[in-house]
């Protein structure tokens, strides 16, 4: 038994293993290096040049890779601006009550964190109302927690005064 297992492994090392990169039966040319890829993966929309992109669609894109995919009921506002809803809110329901709460919203102090996904930052308020910082609106990537919610807090004021919905999420059924 040990004998039939040894010539086994014998003949498979010596056919190649377990290597699936097999060597072409034409040799390489000097000035050209042999490059075996194996897979690629598939690129993010994120990286798509910035003139062809719609400025709502990278928000969008950028929003849903900030809020967590357990959340999926929300609205999106221009300046991004989000409110997250229950499961199983209907559309009307979260456009309204959104619009709503944008319009109650009275100055209150923002928590900031980083998302962990995409290049910007969150500011949330007390209230529910978070908005989506975009590296390119802060300062620097150094910028601080007080920079970013005073950011947050112009973005929701612009959509307070404005409220355009660019997005409203809810779960693929």
Not at 73 to 90: A, D, E, R
Not at 130 to 140: D, H, K
Not at 158 to 164: A, L, R, S
Request: aromatic share 6%; charged share 20%.
């Amino acid at each position: 038994m040990k004998i039939t297992l040894l010539l086994i492994l014998s003949c498979f090392l010596l056919m190649g293993g377990c290597d699936s990169t097999q060597k072409s039966a034409q040799p390489a040319t000097q000035t050209e290096p042999v490059v075996v890829i194996e897979a690629s993966p598939e690129p993010l929309k994120e990286v798509l040049p910035e003139e062809n992109t719609d400025a709502h669609k990278k928000l969008i894109f950028n929003t849903k890779l900030s809020v967590s995919p357990e959340r999926p009921n929300w609205v999106l506002f221009s300046s991004g601006t989000y409110v997250i809803f229950p499961k199983g809110t209907s559309k009307d329901d979260m456009r309204k009550s959104a619009i709503g709460l944008l319009q109650r919203y009275n100055n209150e102090p923002f928590k900031v964190r980083k998302s962990p996904i995409v290049k910007g930052w969150v500011a949330s308020s007390p209230k529910g109302i978070y908005n989506y910082v975009a590296l390119a609106q802060a300062s620097s990537r150094l910028a601080t927690n007080k920079e970013l919610a005073s950011i947050g807090k112009q973005n929701v004021m612009k959509d307070k005064e404005n409220p355009i919905i660019v997005h409203i999420n809810t779960p693929k059924q």
